[in-house]
């Protein structure tokens, strides 16, 4: 329906967590097809954004998290950014 803009362009430099990009910009880039599906969107204060990664490049089942020196399990607490 759309595609989400964000000031990031490299995973390195994307922060991990949401409060590290307080005040970064962004913005959401509708799909023009798709206005009537969109019908009453603007009496919401809120909307839910689902998004996939594009770019995100094959999964890995097991990596290193942020800040750790240890292989785990990628469901365990911290999965690899996309790339």
Same mark, same amino acid.
């Given at each position: 329906? $759309?595609?989400? @803009?964000?000031?990031?362009?490299?995973?390195?430099?994307?922060?991990?967590?949401?409060?590290?990009? @307080? $005040?970064?910009? $962004?913005?959401?880039?509708? /799909?023009?097809?798709?206005? %009537? /599906?969109? *019908? /009453?969107?603007?009496?919401? /204060?809120?909307?839910?954004? &689902?998004?996939?990664?594009?770019?995100? $490049? %094959?999964?890995? *089942?097991? =990596? =290193?998290?942020?800040?750790?020196? =240890?292989?785990?399990?990628?469901?365990?607490?911290?999965? &690899?950014?996309? %790339?």
């Amino acid at each position: 329906m $759309g595609t989400i @803009h964000s000031a990031f362009e490299e995973a390195t430099s994307t922060p991990i967590q949401p409060a590290r990009a @307080h $005040g970064a910009p $962004g913005r959401v880039v509708l /799909d023009p097809t798709h206005a %009537a /599906d969109l *019908l /009453d969107l603007e009496e919401f /204060d809120r909307i839910r954004l &689902v998004y996939w990664f594009d770019r995100a $490049g %094959a999964a890995k *089942l097991k =990596v =290193v998290p942020c800040r750790n020196t =240890v292989e785990h399990s990628a469901n365990s607490k911290s999965a &690899v950014k996309p %790339a």
